[in-house]
């Protein structure tokens, strides 16, 4: 990961687009769009990324990623970030926006400012919407915490997906219930507690296997938070790094009174993950 305010120069990158792009959702799609072949992405890190934290906004794009650490910045006035952004790169020509962004000390300059200070061009991408709505970030985090899953995944142009390591689990699984791996992703926004139709994939296998996962309380057992995700086509082995990409809500968290009621329940989840999962090309 390159911190843009610790190299001398970035070379041969005629157009930026900078922005948070936390989710790297289509709005964020739109400004990539106008990078052309010697694009870069600058992100501006603030710390509060959930969506996509870190270098995870490297899995949805083939763009090379800078990153500007909003604490070096953020006592910039419009002049001295022009500046900062003219002695990196030294070969720009065009800087591409989108018309909420804001700059500076106290977010005090717009785009507005921007085409003043910039002597070359700059490209303000106007609002994105779908089915109507503006598509925003904040947006997205709110359905995912409701649990609607597809229009959050209709905002992103992709499945929410978390990567997390795998962790040890109750032990309980296997043998009462089903099989899980156990998942931490501490930097991710968990969507709403219940059971999805997911994607998951081990490590850096090619593809990703049909499952079934449960984010919240184990209400019914130790009432722990737990990242269980169940493996619809086989048992996996020598498990480390794990990525679950959420495809469908299938219910909330519930408590049962008994360990073979819960695992009645697990088996017609089971049934109706496949189902939603049944036509996706994996």
Do not use: W
Not at 63 to 79: A, M, P, Q, T
Not at 112 to 122: I, K
Not at 139 to 163: C, M, P, V
Not at 191 to 204: C, H, M, Q, S
């Amino acid at each position: 990961m390159v911190i843009l305010n610790t190299v001398t120069t970035i070379k041969n990158s005629t157009t930026i687009a900078i922005g948070g792009f936390d989710g790297m959702h289509i709005g964020h799609q739109a400004l990539f769009n106008e990078l052309g072949e010697n694009g870069t992405i600058v992100v501006i890190e603030t710390g509060y990324a959930n969506l996509t934290p870190k270098r995870c906004r490297e899995k949805f794009t083939n763009k090379n990623i800078i990153y500007l650490e909003l604490e070096s910045i953020r006592h910039l006035d419009g002049v001295g970030f022009m500046k900062l952004l003219n002695e990196k790169f030294v070969d720009l020509e065009k800087i591409v926006v989108g018309y909420d962004f804001h700059f500076g000390k106290d977010r005090r300059y717009s785009y507005v400012d921007l085409t003043e200070l910039f002597d070359g061009e700059v490209v303000v991408v106007d609002e994105v919407t779908h089915k109507n709505d503006s598509v925003h970030s904040h947006k997205i985090r709110a359905k995912l915490q409701i649990g609607d899953i597809k229009s959050a995944n209709e905002f992103l142009g992709h499945n929410y997906t978390i990567i997390g390591k795998h962790i040890r689990g109750q032990g309980i699984g296997a043998k009462e219930l089903v099989a899980t791996i156990n998942v931490q992703a501490t930097e991710f926004l968990m969507p709403k507690e219940g059971v999805y139709a997911t994607l998951t994939r081990i490590n850096d296998e090619e593809h990703f296997h049909p499952s079934v996962s449960f984010v919240g309380h184990r209400v019914t057992t130790d009432g722990s938070f737990a990242i269980e995700t169940h493996i619809l086509d086989g048992e996996v082995t020598c498990k480390e790094r794990v990525e679950i990409s959420f495809v469908a809500y299938i219910r909330g968290n519930e408590k049962f009174d008994s360990l073979e009621e819960l695992k009645k329940m697990i088996q017609k989840d089971i049934a109706k993950a496949s189902k939603e999962l049944k036509f996706l090309q994996l």
